[in-house]
Each structure stands twice: as structure tokens, then as C-alpha cells.
């Protein structure tokens, strides 16, 4: 819709993106106007909505494509208004953890004729009883276009009451008319062209996570944009994200671009009445990235828009991301149709908590966002990122989130000892903030550490304890931990010593088995070599051991059923243990 601000309105707009909180289109299903209540063909996740309603003052009247009134109190005034309830309601409350605040009122109202309501004011109460008057100066209304007029956007973002609104805070808005000359004269919300889902009534504003902020955000309005420069910085980024850069794909490069004040736009989405695999093969988007500085992770909450398009331009999108900058996954369920050819509209917000891959995204992974765009039906037809009126530096492009340091890992205990049978290795941990897995590291020298053992982390809150056992050695052997963040990065523990002895035991399992058994020997040196032999001492199989290992399987699918002994050969050396086959 386009929006006609006020310099004072001006002045006190908030600088942040604008999404859809609840919206009403009548066109697809056609409504008939007469309708009791009408549920919003849009409402943020985040928010109990409640229908557009009318007050008791009002009957029912048809109008299609619309949502009609009758009755309004004759040559009645704005008291008469709210005496008699002649006004029209909607509501929402906002939902446990979450804050929202209200930036706009945009409506699409028709007039019967010249005897129907001819002023109107919107207003809110945050308790249902008490209504407070919305800007300074009730409206003039009394055009009487067929299928009604675009009005002022309505500005609530000065009003301190409406921002931040904490978690199960109600708000209901009102819109009261007056000055009807006859009863049966109508003013109704609406409309648009048949199948046209542009929404009739908009109310406009901000929804996240109690712990989350803006991330990044594009405002093209101060100073003015031109519309098709190459590529534009983010105007505003939280410390410790990386700026970033909004960019087109190679199907609609900058030469395509079209100037468009306050905006960033581009024309020759080609082919012509395109689908959405043609844009993907084609390049037909707009990317930009998110990153989050080194020893940073971020987890991305929400995204809002505000797009344009012309009557030929694109008219169906998708948002898409990726990790790597080639493997692109969608957001969402569905793609979006775009009907509306107005100046900027705010779009749905798109919800990004519940993607698992955009969570904890560590400094190292860089998060990339296409929005692809389709469906034009000539070249010269335009898709933007924007726009608003002149001076307004709200953001139409936003994405919100957190960012968090990653906190090292607190390392309270690490030691081995030497048990009967093996060495047995113990830590314990604090802080596990972004933790991965624990490799075990283990050398005979203390330079030429080699990995023996792979746990994974809990990387929850608490402490945890986690242990592995490793085998006996001849030598005395030193022990390290890595511990590995989901980013990559990894520190080294203190080195620990254990001076083992000499080997007691050759171990196998499973024991018993059916066919594959492992067994665990020292360290295999010269011409070590497994030796099967059977409950008569007949020699049934033979195996040869790599130098340095110390495990090896062995395949006895093919014995009989019965005990067979393992025998373990190296150079002097001999252990055995025996082996059910079953």
C-alpha cells in the first residue's frame, strides 16, 4: 500500500523491519462481506489473534471481496461512535518468551456512498475497557471510489505503549466511524480484484524471541538508494556479525538492475511467466550472508522483508539457505505467491528457530540467504527489496537473532591409571558451551602422540565425568586430551604418565561369537602373529599382525562349535586365552 507520512511521523519511526503481525485479504476464498467475524488470513506465529469483528452499534452488510457495516449513528459524532459501539475490532496477545511491538495500521476502506461514515480514528487498549486515540488528529474520509481507496498508514510506533509489549500482554485496536447522513449506508475494509490476496487490512510490527536482537539490517531510505547499485552493504550489524553484502545472481546482474528509489531492485527475470526451477537454474535471486566473528556463534530467530514488485514483475518467491554457498535447502513449507503491485509490503515474517543448522552456527560457518524470485511477465518488470517513502530509514531487510562468545571448556580433572588388566583413563568437565567430542591421545615419547580413543562431549550444563580404558604396555606411555568446539577449534590437556609393566592378559570379544571376534595385544613388533588351535592343539589357523597395532580382527565363521585357543607371538612373547566358537 502506499503510505503517506507526516514529517512528525517521520521523525519518530522507528528504525527497525517491518513484518505482517496479523493481515486480512477477502479475495481468496472470496468472502461476501456479511461475514460475522473474519479470522486473519495471516498472524505471526508468535501471537493469539483474534478476528476482525464489529462493534455492537453495526449490522451486517454484504459487499464481496470485503468485510461491510451498516447502521452507524446518524449525523453522529466520535462520542456517538463510542457511545454505540459503531466500530470495527481486532486483537492479539503475545505468546510466553516472545515480545512484540506494533509499527502501522495500513487499511484499504470503500465508501458506499456519499451518505456513509465520512471521519474515522483508530484506537488501542491494552485491557480491553480503556481505549487510547492513535496519532493526533482524527481522519477525513470521503471519497467514494468503487472498491475504496489506500489510506494513510497509520503510525504506532511512537506510541510507547505498543512497543516491547512483554509476554500474554492483550491488545485490542479499534476503528471508530462517524458521520453517516442514512442507516443503510456501508463502509466496509476492501477490495481488490478477484483472486488478488493483497490484504485489505495490515497491522505492521515486530515479533522475537525475548533473547534475541538484530543481527543485520538493510535501510535504503537515508541516504537515499538509487535502486540498482552493484551490490549494498548492511547499514547496520550487532557487534560481533560480520557486515554484509546484499548482492543479485548472475541472471539478474546489475546491468538488469532498474532505478528505484529506496529500494534494491532488479528487472529481466527471464524467462518470461518462469517457475521456480527456472530461477534456480537461472540465478534469479537476491543473497547476502550472516557470520559471526571469531570466538563467536550466532543463532538466527527471525527474518522480515519488505518487497516490491511492479504489475509484470516477479510474483511468487522463496527464501533459501545454505551452509556452504552451493547446497541451497528451503525455508518454510511453501513458496509465497505476491499478488499486490503497491509500493513495499511488508511480508510475513519468516521463522528461523526451528532450523536446527541455523542454531549455535559457529565463526566458521558462514550462513548465506538467496531469496530466488519468479513469474514475471515481461522483462522490464521489477522485483525489489523495498521500499518506503522518502526519509524513512526503517529497515526492509532485517534478520534477528543472538550472538554468543564461545566460552572456553573448563577442564577440572584429567589423570590414568594402571589397573589389573589395563589403564584406565578419567576427567571431568565443566562449561561445556559449544563442546564437540574428546580425542584420546596417547605416546611413547612424549612428542609422537597418536589418537587411541574418540567420545563424543554431553556440551550440556553441569559437570560430567567421561572415562576410557586403553590397553597395557610394556613401556611407560603418556596421555593427552584434545578436546575438539563445534567450530573446529581444540586445546590440549596436561600430559598425564603411566608406567605399565609388563602385559597380563590378551583379551577377545565378543566371547563367545559366530563368526568375527577382536583381540586386543600389546603393541605388535617384528613378526607378530595371531595362532587358532584347537581343544587338540592342532594349528586351525594362522593370522599375521601389522607392526604397531594392537588390536586385530579375526574372521572363525568357518570352525566348528567348540573352544579354540588364541594365542598372541611376539618375537619372545606368548599370551593366550581361550575362545568360544558358537
Excluded at 70 to 94: C, E, M, P, R, S
Aim: glycine share 8%.
Amino acid at each position: 500500500m502506499k503510505k503517506i507520512l507526516s514529517i512528525l511521523s517521520l521523525l519518530v519511526w522507528m528504525c527497525n523491519a517491518n513484518a505482517q503481525l496479523m493481515s486480512w485479504q477477502f479475495g481468496t476464498p472470496a468472502t461476501n462481506g456479511d461475514e460475522v467475524s473474519v479470522v486473519p488470513t495471516y498472524a505471526n506465529p508468535h501471537v493469539s489473534a483474534t478476528p476482525l469483528v464489529r462493534g455492537a452499534g453495526l449490522l451486517v452488510s454484504g459487499f464481496i471481496r470485503g468485510f461491510s457495516g451498516i447502521d452507524f449513528t446518524l449525523n453522529g459524532t466520535k462520542a456517538d461512535a463510542i457511545a454505540n459501539g459503531d466500530y470495527y475490532q481486532v486483537g492479539f496477545t503475545v505468546e510466553a518468551d516472545y515480545t512484540a511491538s506494533v509499527y502501522n495500521i495500513d487499511a484499504h476502506l470503500r465508501r458506499s456512498s456519499a451518505a456513509a461514515a465520512n471521519a474515522y480514528r483508530w484506537m488501542y487498549s491494552l485491557d480491553g475497557i480503556n481505549f487510547v486515540e492513535i496519532g493526533t488528529a482524527d481522519a477525513a474520509f470521503t471519497t467514494t471510489t468503487a472498491d475504496g481507496d489506500d489510506q494513510t498508514s497509520i503510525i504506532v510506533s511512537n506510541v510507547a505503549a505498543l512497543q516491547n509489549l512483554p509476554a500474554n500482554t492483550q491488545v485490542t485496536l479499534r476503528l471508530y466511524l462517524w458521520g453517516a447522513t442514512t442507516i443503510t449506508s456501508a463502509i466496509s475494509f476492501g477490495r481488490f480484484a478477484a483472486d488478488n490476496t493483497t490484504p485489505s487490512l495490515s497491522i505492521g510490527g515486530r515479533v522475537r524471541p525475548v533473547a534475541a536482537t538484530s543481527l543485520l539490517g538493510w535501510q535504503f531510505g537515508s541516504p537515499a538508494a538509487a535502486g540498482n547499485e552493484v551490490t549494498y552493504t548492511s547499514t547496520s550489524n550487532a557487534t560481533n556479525i560480520v557486515a554484509s553484502t546484499l548482492s543479485r545472481g548472475a541472471g539478474i546482474p546489475a546491468v538488469t538492475a532498474t532505478a528505484l528509489a529506496r529500494g534494491f531492485t532488479a528487472a529481466n527475470f527471464l524467462p518470461l511467466n518462469s517457475t521456480k526451477a527456472d530461477a534456480v537454474a537461472n540465478g534469479n535471486y537476491y543473497q547476502f550472508t550472516v557470520a559471526a566473528a571469531t570466538g563467536f556463534r550466532t543463532s538466527l530467530s527471525t527474518m522480515d522483508a519488505r518487497i516490491r514488485r511492479s504489475a509484470a514483475g516477479a510474483n511468487a518467491y522463496r527464501w533459501m539457505y545454505s551452509l556452504n554457498g552451493t547446497t541451497f535447502t528451503e525455508i518454510g513449507t511453501a513458496d509465497i505467491s505476491f499478488m499486490s503491485a503497491y509500493d513495499g509490503v511488508d511480508q510475513p515474517q519468516i521463522d528461523l528457530s526451528a532450523i536446527a543448522a541455523l542454531q549455535n552456527v559457529p565463526a566458521t560457518t558462514t550462513v548465506t540467504f538467496r531469496l530466488y524470485a519468479w513469474g514475471a511477465t515481461t522483462a522490464t518488470g521489477t522485483f525489489a527489496i523495498g521500499r518506503y517513502i522518502s526519509g524513512v530509514t526503517n529497515n526492509s531487510l532485517e534478520v534477528q537473532g543472538k550472538v554468543d562468545a564461545v566460552t572456553p571448556l573448563t577442564l577440572l580433572d584429567f589423570k590414568a591409571e594402571k589397573t589389573r588388566n589395563n589403564i584406565a583413563l578419567a576427567w571431568k568437565t565443566m562449561q561445556e558451551i559449544n563442546v564437540d567430542h574428546f580425542i584420546i591421545e596417547r605416546s611413547e615419547t612424549t612428542q609422537d602422540f597418536k589418537q587411541v580413543g574418540f567420545i563424543n562431549a554431553s556440551n550440556i550444563a553441569g559437570q560430567h565425568t567421561y572415562s576410557f580404558s586403553d590397553l597395557l604396555n610394556n613401556a611407560t606411555v603418556y596421555y593427552r586430551l584434545k578436546m575438539v568446539d563445534k567450530d573446529g577449534s581444540y586445546s590440549y590437556s596436561k600430559i598425564v604418565a603411566v608406567k605399565a609393566g609388563t602385559i597380563q592378559v590378551v583379551n577377545v570379544y565378543p566371547n563367545p561369537t559366530k563368526d568375527v571376534c577382536l583381540v586386543e595385544h600389546p603393541l605388535a613388533e617384528g613378526n607378530a602373529s595371531i595362532l587358532i588351535t584347537d581343544v587338540n592343539g592342532r594349528i586351525v589357523a594362522r593370522q599375521a599382525i601389522t607392526n604397531g597395532q594392537r588390536t586385530t580382527y579375526i574372521n572363525v565363521a568357518n570352525l566348528v562349535r567348540g573352544n579354540y585357543s588364541i594365542t598372541f607371538i611376539n618375537n619372545e612373547e606368548k599370551h593366550t586365552i581361550t575362545l568360544q566358537k558358537l
